[in-house]
């Protein structure tokens, strides 16, 4: 783990779409007669001009290869370090520019992601940049853009069991992204992209019901009462407020936010964020809803001082008094404000560490 000071800027990095780009430019001009790059240039979205480094370059009778290790900066990011290669083939005369995914690049299998199914999981932005790229090489040597780009990541399949996926229903590997090409550090945008393709997943395959949970424990638990399939979860993580946002304005019909009693009492309290960089336990607030509930003073002075959430969950459960339920209620509650009206029927359900129910909200309108 890279240990960072406050006073020192993070590195950005790449995306994979704007790696594919840069391999796809250099095996372009390979495959029209001129020679690999040492430097790839390319043009972003908002109009930076990076260059890459090619790892990998090889040619043969009517296609071109490239290959440029992604940087994800100081980003986190499950795809830094893998190998992004684009292979580039003539097409047949008019076919224009035509996508496929090679070994380690996922295949879209179910509706309401930017693709339809059958198409490669190269989305719609990295396409336009290659298909720039490609057309403006072409024109300038006078070259049809009659092109076959094929992109692959020889880690791909195994990265991708670690992504959203195989739940999102792009089987194969993983997917070729980046709306500006430019990774932030801990911006965690890939992320919060999954969740909103997760929720467009559900919308567009009829799920009338989906569990939003923050971890692998509440995951497990919410799906276990709930009796829900593994393709109804929303691995919303630290991320509550951006998945309720984007439900403000795609809803599902019913949605179960699901998480552990410390993260859930951050969101009652009102954190949009539930990093503990981000957002914090209000113990003192913690302890007034055990006065609420009828708690001993003894005990409200002892989770005010009490070193973590789940020491002032266990002095609840002790003295038997409903501490969850009363999280979970004003969890939904905070939800249920952001959702703003949105037709979703919304419930909360808080567990302890090792995935016992400990506080449910009713299901009601939001």
Same mark, same amino acid.
């Given at each position: &783990?890279?240990?960072?000071?406050?006073?020192?800027?993070?590195?950005?990095?790449?995306?994979?779409?704007?790696?594919?780009?840069?391999?796809?430019?250099?095996?372009? &001009?390979?495959?029209?007669?001129?020679?690999?790059?040492?430097? $790839?240039?390319?043009?972003?979205?908002?109009?930076?001009?990076?260059?890459?480094?090619?790892?990998?370059?090889?040619? #043969? !009778?009517?296609?071109?290869?490239? #290959?440029?290790?992604?940087?994800?900066?100081?980003?986190?990011?499950?795809?830094?370090?893998?190998?992004?290669?684009?292979?580039?083939?003539?097409?047949?005369?008019?076919?224009?520019? $035509?996508?496929?995914?090679?070994?380690?690049?996922?295949?879209?299998?179910?509706?309401?992601?930017?693709?339809?199914?059958?198409?490669?999981?190269?989305?719609? $932005?990295?396409?336009?940049? &290659?298909?720039?790229?490609?057309?403006?090489? /072409?024109?300038?040597?006078?070259?049809?853009? !009659?092109?076959?780009?094929?992109?692959?990541?020889?880690?791909?399949? +195994?990265?991708?069991? /670690?992504?959203?996926?195989?739940?999102? =229903?792009?089987? =194969?590997?993983?997917?070729?992204?980046?709306?500006?090409?430019?990774?932030?550090?801990?911006?965690?945008?890939?992320?919060?992209?999954?969740?909103?393709?997760?929720?467009?997943?559900?919308?567009?395959?009829?799920?009338?019901? $989906?569990?939003?949970?923050?971890?692998?424990?509440?995951? +497990?638990?919410?799906?276990?009462?709930?009796?829900?399939?593994?393709?109804?979860?929303?691995? &919303?993580?630290?991320?509550?407020?951006?998945?309720?946002?984007?439900?403000?304005?795609?809803?599902?019909?019913?949605v179960t936010i699901a998480g552990g009693f410390a993260k859930l009492s951050k969101l009652a309290r009102g954190a949009m964020d539930l990093h503990s960089k981000r957002s914090q336990v209000d113990l003192p607030w913690l302890a007034g809803h055990l006065r609420a509930l009828g708690a001993s003073e003894d005990i409200a002075t002892r989770a005010e001082a009490a070193n973590t959430?789940?020491?002032?969950?266990?002095?609840?459960?002790?003295?038997?008094?409903?501490? #969850?339920?009363?999280?979970? /209620?004003?969890?939904? +509650?905070?939800?249920?404000?952001?959702? !703003?009206?949105?037709?979703?029927?919304? !419930?909360?359900?808080?567990?302890?560490?090792?995935?016992?129910?400990?506080?449910?909200?009713?299901?009601?309108?939001?």
């Amino acid at each position: &783990m890279n240990d960072f000071t406050d006073d020192k800027p993070l590195r950005s990095g790449w995306t994979t779409g704007a790696c594919a780009t840069a391999a796809a430019k250099a095996a372009c &001009m390979a495959l029209f007669g001129e020679k690999f790059p040492e430097q $790839v240039i390319i043009t972003l979205p908002r109009g930076e001009t990076p260059s890459f480094t090619l790892t990998l370059t090889e040619q #043969g !009778d009517g296609w071109a290869r490239a #290959g440029v290790i992604k940087d994800a900066g100081d980003d986190p990011d499950v795809t830094h370090g893998a190998t992004i290669i684009a292979t580039l083939r003539r097409g047949i005369p008019g076919s224009g520019i $035509v996508f496929r995914a090679g070994f380690g690049v996922g295949t879209v299998t179910k509706p309401g992601l930017p693709l339809p199914p059958g198409e490669p999981a190269i989305n719609p $932005v990295p396409r336009r940049l &290659m298909s720039a790229e490609v057309v403006e090489i /072409a024109n300038q040597l006078g070259q049809s853009a !009659d092109i076959e780009i094929e992109i692959s990541v020889p880690t791909g399949d +195994k990265l991708a069991h /670690a992504t959203w996926n195989p739940r999102l =229903g792009i089987l =194969g590997g993983i997917s070729i992204l980046g709306t500006t090409g430019i990774v932030v550090p801990y911006s965690c945008s890939a992320w919060i992209h999954s969740i909103q393709r997760g929720i467009d997943v559900a919308r567009a395959t009829g799920l009338p019901h $989906v569990v939003a949970s923050v971890g692998n424990t509440s995951e +497990k638990a919410a799906l276990a009462l709930t009796g829900l399939p593994l393709e109804a979860v929303i691995d &919303m993580g630290d991320f509550v407020g951006g998945m309720l946002k984007y439900l403000r304005r795609h809803p599902v019909e019913r949605v179960t936010i699901a998480g552990g009693f410390a993260k859930l009492s951050k969101l009652a309290r009102g954190a949009m964020d539930l990093h503990s960089k981000r957002s914090q336990v209000d113990l003192p607030w913690l302890a007034g809803h055990l006065r609420a509930l009828g708690a001993s003073e003894d005990i409200a002075t002892r989770a005010e001082a009490a070193n973590t959430a789940l020491e002032v969950l266990e002095l609840a459960l002790a003295a038997n008094l409903p501490l #969850g339920n009363a999280i979970a /209620a004003e969890a939904r +509650k905070v939800a249920a404000d952001v959702l !703003d009206g949105a037709p979703v029927q919304l !419930d909360v359900l808080v567990f302890d560490r090792k995935g016992r129910l400990v506080g449910a909200s009713h299901a009601t309108p939001a």
